[in-house]
């Protein structure tokens, strides 16, 4: 019986070791599977809600957008004192800076700033609204959110303003009266770095007995709000030289040329000023020996990945047919290209429609995969029924992972004749 006894007892603790070391290796395989998660958790950040603004004359309207299924559904709008011309938000994603005019020949010109509701989206006033000098044209922050920089077209000039450490708008930085703006200041810049300032200074075409205004791209050193001259780039006296919009990527800088309907690529040096030649001159257009009256180049934006540009065809001229006034043709596309890693150089890989008229702007999410194109204004147009209106119009598209893109649908937009869909972005809450 002793004997017995003795097996039976070592056999239970044979099997009680085994049980208890099956347990270690769970507990220590679960360990390691939990501790394993927020590394992976990590490596695919989540994105927040994106939201999209539209302006359509005075009023602002929001827009949320499912990038899942590229679809866009509109929520409410708040109203400004004047016609929205340009948008910008804030580093953090809390707060939205809105410049606004009654046009060129009025003189109610200012900035107003909104606080972006961090879960829905909505825009709430917040601080005052400053006065401006003349109609903004196009309005930026610096890299870190301290100051708000804002260019005007008529006549042309730049301001800067301080911002508080709230978010509002706070005292203008006085700059010198030596500053070279050059003509027809479109869009100001600040590049990566914080210590440059590219400004495009368009210029503009002859008209009747009013010569051509030479362009230039204006590159302006950066400090605390403080610009100074620093060089000036105008190939041929800028004569047939007219940049609208610049984008960054590494060391690269893209150029938009609006009256030349061009892209070209600038590669940044050392001193912090741009090669004085651009490294590559590329045609935006499909067709860009058959360029149409009102033909133009527009906005460009480079993709959150680096890879790949895109850039607007915009497309206005009009004749009068029947004793209407109706599209003449051309293109309204986004062009997109393949940028080289090692050179920078762009390969237009697809020229998109964009189903309207003259889309003025047009954004990407912070994730890359939509572009939203809002096409300006509603026209008339000749087709097979005889004369039609095309609207303007929120085109959405999904982004390929090799850039490219495909239409998924448009959404109509009101503009009753008098106003136009100026100015739309997306922003992808923190």
């Known amino acids: 019986m002793g004997v017995s006894s003795n097996c039976e007892i070592h056999g239970r603790l044979r099997r009680a070791a085994f049980t208890i070391s099956t347990i270690l290796v769970a507990v220590v395989g679960l360990a390691r599977t939990s501790a394993s998660k927020p590394a992976a958790a990590a490596q695919r950040p989540k994105s927040g809600k994106v939201v999209l603004y539209a ?13 899942q299924s590229a679809t866009l559904v509109k929520r409410g709008s708040v109203a400004l004192p004047g016609n929205i011309q340009y948008a910008w938000p804030h580093p953090s994603k809390r707060y939205l800076y809105v410049a606004w005019s009654n046009e060129s020949t009025g003189n109610q010109h200012g900035m107003s700033a909104f606080r972006i509701d961090p879960i829905s989206g909505a825009l709430r006033p917040h601080g005052q609204s400053v006065r401006l000098p003349a109609r903004p044209i196009h309005v930026t922050t610096d890299i870190p959110g301290t ?11 730049v301001t800067v303003h301080r911002l508080g450490q709230d978010g509002t708008i706070d ?43 030479p362009g230039s791209l204006k590159i302006l050193s950066y400090k605390d709000g403080l610009l100074t001259n620093r060089a000036s780039i105008a190939p041929g006296g800028g004569f047939g030289f007219g940049p609208r919009h610049v984008d960054f990527s590494g060391p690269f800088v893209f150029v938009s040329l609006e009256r030349e309907n061009k892209l070209l690529v600038y590669k940044k040096l050392a ?18 020996s058959n360029v149409r009256p009102g033909q133009a180049a527009g906005t460009v934006h480079v993709h959150p990945s680096g890879k790949f540009v895109y850039q607007a065809n915009r497309a206005t001229g009009t004749t009068n047919f029947e004793g209407k006034t109706v599209f003449i043709g051309g293109e309204n596309a986004i062009a997109v290209y393949a ?7 762009p390969t237009l890989i ?19 995969r939509v572009l939203v194109a809002a096409n300006q204004d509603a026209l008339l147009v000749r087709d097979e029924k005889g004369i039609s209106t095309v609207p303007a119009s929120l085109a959405v598209y999904r982004v390929r992972d090799d850039g490219t893109l495909d239409f998924v649908r448009k959404y109509d937009v009101e503009t009753d004749g008098t106003r136009s869909l100026f100015w739309m972005g997306l922003v992808t809450l923190p």
Request: hydrophobic share 30%; no cysteine.
């Open 147 to 157: 100051h708000l920089l804002v260019s005007y077209p008529l006549p042309s000039g």
């Open 339 to 345: 940028i080289n890693q090692h050179t920078g150089e």
């Open 271 to 288: 001193d912090e000023t741009l090669s004085s030649e651009p490294l590559f001159t590329k045609d935006s257009l499909t067709d860009p």
């Open 350 to 368: 697809q020229n998109i429609d964009t189903r309207g008229i003259r889309p003025r702007t047009f954004a990407l999410d912070a994730s890359g």
């Open 171 to 213: 005292s203008q930085v006085k700059q010198s009266a030596s500053l070279d703006v050059g003509i027809y200041t479109h869009q100001m810049r600040v590049d990566p770095s914080n210590r440059m300032v590219i400004l495009a200074a368009r210029g503009s075409d002859p008209r009747g007995d009013k010569p051509e205004d």
């Open 55 to 67: 302006a359509v004359g005075a009023e602002l309207t929001q827009f949320d957008v499912n990038v």
